[in-house]
């Protein structure tokens, strides 16, 4: 039974993309699966998969490569799918010992803005392209890519052409999805933000929009359901300064939950939306929470994101959209409740798409023979 190996540093070991979709399958295809992560401490095994997860994220690098290192040397892998170029670095150590495939999946952007905040201008650009230099070397030393996403592939796709890839979306398996379709009441509506509370993240260009269309409407009740919480202190005082600007007043904010609940959390929502700013970083993702709007059976209005025209039309069920243009997104929100048959049909497209080409079972093959393609060809 080949022994596949899941190294993260950043990643919880219940993280939905490594436990939930990629793990559990490789369970079910008779691979032996361990976990091991540094974000918190856990030991023990849920569902067939073994876990070692350490709380040293902060860490020294040596350390966590000592760490993920001993467990390599325990478990003594296959393959290795490592999540950070830490992860990497230390799988390569131990390939020196045994003959083993490592796969680097590819889902953050790096290096990440978050990581060059408390920088100042010059030393973004100095810390920049030295973790820019750190992801050329994991590129290097690994011997497969996955890629979370298309516009993920720049730089190791470019610099490695020749080194096997695959491209793995984050679509959620339908039984961590519940349809939700909604009808829309007359003179009355719920729109939805969820996630990091956030200006990056477009809290304020929402809040923008619906002050629009309060003013074009003042009759109409809306509702504003948030699913999520504010990360630092800058952050928090943002918000609560929207908040009490903010001309309505029907706000119900929700706590994070877990992703196994996330679409019963904006059950009672109409539109769903997420108006990020423009940055490179944002243009070149492929937000995950779009899947799961869909899949839930709601219209969504998304900023019109590289990460997202190059991967999925959306004109079936929603709108891209500039995230400052908040008469345009008014328009579409009165498009919507001007002709609740388009909304309907919209809803219904959504779960649809969702349901044939959007979900884990689309891609669940691929990634299997993906990993069982990597195996060293001593092994089974």
């Known amino acids: 039974m080949p022994k596949i190996l ?18 559990k399958e490789l ?6 699966v361990k976990i091991c992560s540094l974000t918190s401490y856990f030991k023990g095994e849920i569902d067939g998969i073994e876990i070692e997860s350490f709380d040293i994220l902060n860490e020294s ?28 670095i230390a799988a390569k150590k131990f390939s020196k010992t045994k003959k083993v495939s490592i796969v680097y999946d590819i889902t953050e952007w790096y290096p990440a803005m978050s990581m060059l905040q408390n920088y100042n201008f010059l030393m973004k650009w100095v810390h920049g392209f030295k973790f820019f230099l750190i992801q050329l070397y994991a590129g290097f030393l690994s011997t497969y890519f996955i890629f979370g996403e298309e516009t993920k592939k720049f730089p190791l796709a470019y610099f490695f052409p020749f080194k096997k890839k695959i491209i793995l979306p984050y679509y959620p398996h ?41 003013k074009r409407n003042p009759q109409l009740n809306i509702k504003i359901l948030i699913v999520g919480s504010t990360r630092k202190i800058e952050d928090e005082i943002y918000f609560s300064d929207i908040l009490a600007q903010s001309s309505v007043k029907n706000i119900e904010i929700r706590k994070p939950t877990s992703f196994e609940e996330f679409t019963k959390a904006f059950a009672d929502a109409d539109i769903c939306f997420d108006l990020r700013n423009f940055n490179f970083e944002n243009h070149h993702s492929l937000p995950i929470k779009l899947f799961y709007y869909i899949g839930a059976g ?64 689309v891609i669940k093959n691929s990634f299997v023979n993906f990993i069982k393609n990597s195996l060293p060809k001593n092994n089974p």
């Open 61 to 88: 690098v040596q350390t966590k490569i000592q760490k993920f290192t001993e467990v390599c040397n325990s478990f003594q892998p296959d393959c290795i799918i490592c999540s950070e170029p830490i992860a990497v």
């Open 174 to 214: 339908e039984r961590f999805v519940s349809e939700n379709i909604k009808e829309l009441k007359p003179n009355e509506i719920t729109l939805c933000y969820t996630g990091a509370i956030s200006e990056d993240k477009g809290i304020g260009n929402f809040f923008n929009a619906v002050e629009e269309l309060h």
């Open 27 to 32: 369970v079910i295809n008779n691979f032996d």
């Open 6 to 23: 899941f190294l993260t540093t950043a990643h919880n070991f219940d993280d939905d993309r490594i436990f939930f979709h990629q793990a």
């Open 298 to 361: 709601k219209p969504i209005i998304y900023s019109d994101l590289k990460g997202i025209r190059k991967h999925i039309d959306v004109s079936d069920f929603g709108y891209l959209v500039n995230p400052n243009y908040s008469k345009k997104i008014a328009d579409y929100i009165e498009a919507y409740l001007n002709e609740p048959k388009l909304y309907h049909l919209h809803a219904a497209n959504a779960r649809k798409e969702f349901m044939q080409n959007y979900n884990w079972n």
